[in-house]
């Protein structure tokens, strides 16, 4: 269910997991913000005390400014997921490119996370220069409907590392899923002894 780890080196330098030797998980969200879903994620968030990096649709935050400033105002990290949540693989480099600095006029961040993972080379060469590429330790398919929260749960149980960069989704599609999953994986985090860590810039 995870990205294959023999292919991340295709992808060059960019973040698929923490090279430290401390307890913490980076947990991330994608998609948002949207009104249905991410204030009650801040909520529990900030019921638990941990801390994430959201990467924003820009059009989204076109639409929800006030949903994004709280994101900020709660001590949260943002980073650009384009503007119109592109697959990489369907555009040119400069449609592509284009498109993330559109969202970069909302979002103010240097890290960029690619939607569904799907970037060309050409792409990656020259968003490279001006982002620091994240992609996913841990991927959690919140957003499939097909799954159950409990299936949900047992990926976040699954895959537990030292380092680990998570993905949730602050997604209508996701709502179920994450809103009920995401407590009881903090809670297992912590009862490992993992805390939270905010992506570098």
Request: charged share 25%; hydrophobic share 40%; with cysteine.
């Amino acid at each position: 269910m995870q990205f294959p780890r023999f292919l991340r080196p295709l992808f060059g330098n960019v973040i698929w997991r923490a090279n430290t030797s401390s307890k913490v998980i980076f947990l991330t969200f994608d998609d948002g913000p949207v009104p249905e879903v991410t204030p009650r994620v801040l909520d529990i968030l900030d019921r638990y005390g941990w801390k994430a990096t959201f990467f924003c649709v820009g059009d989204n935050v076109a639409k929800y400014p006030e949903i994004y400033a709280d994101v900020l105002k709660r001590g949260h990290k943002t980073g650009n997921h384009t503007f119109n949540h592109l697959k990489g693989f369907e555009y040119s480099k400069q449609e592509y490119v284009e498109n993330v600095a559109k969202a970069a006029g909302f979002i103010d961040s240097k890290l960029f996370r690619p939607p569904h993972g799907r970037i060309k080379p050409s792409q990656l060469k020259a968003l490279k220069k001006h982002y620091k590429i994240v992609m996913w330790d841990v991927i959690t398919h919140d957003y499939n409907k097909k799954l159950s929260p409990d299936q949900v749960y047992g990926t976040v149980q699954k895959y537990l590392r030292t380092g680990s960069l998570v993905v949730f989704h602050d997604s209508v599609k996701a709502e179920k899923n994450v809103l009920e999953v995401l407590p009881r994986a903090i809670e297992f985090w912590q009862s490992r002894g993992y805390s939270w860590a905010l992506l570098d810039e």
